[in-house]
């Protein structure tokens, strides 16, 4: 990683993860603006882009296949790019 110079985009993505009934879990992906542009931000929430739900057994031995995974990569790089041409202000 290079050094940080402090500065962030105008939007991102955050993800977190949410215990389910079961044995599940939710992995949650929402947008984000910053409100301190070009600085780090703070950040404002703008909403839900989307979740999945996973057997928690199947998150902590990391069971996804190698397609799952890079669609998983390639939705995040794509959302990234739509909030960079189009940043909440």
Not at 40 to 58: F, I, M, N, R, S
């Amino acid at each position: 990683m290079n050094s940080d110079d402090g500065k962030r985009g105008r939007g991102g993505v955050v993800f977190s993860i949410q215990s389910l009934p079961g044995n599940k879990v939710r992995i949650n992906m929402d947008e984000v603006s910053n409100k301190n542009f070009p600085s780090k931000g703070p950040w404002l929430d703008e909403g839900t882009v989307t979740c999945k739900d996973y057997d928690e057994k199947d998150l902590d031995e990391m069971n996804f296949s190698k397609e799952e995974l890079q669609a998983i990569g390639s939705y995040v790089v794509a959302w990234l790019m739509a909030t960079k041409k189009n940043p909440h202000k």
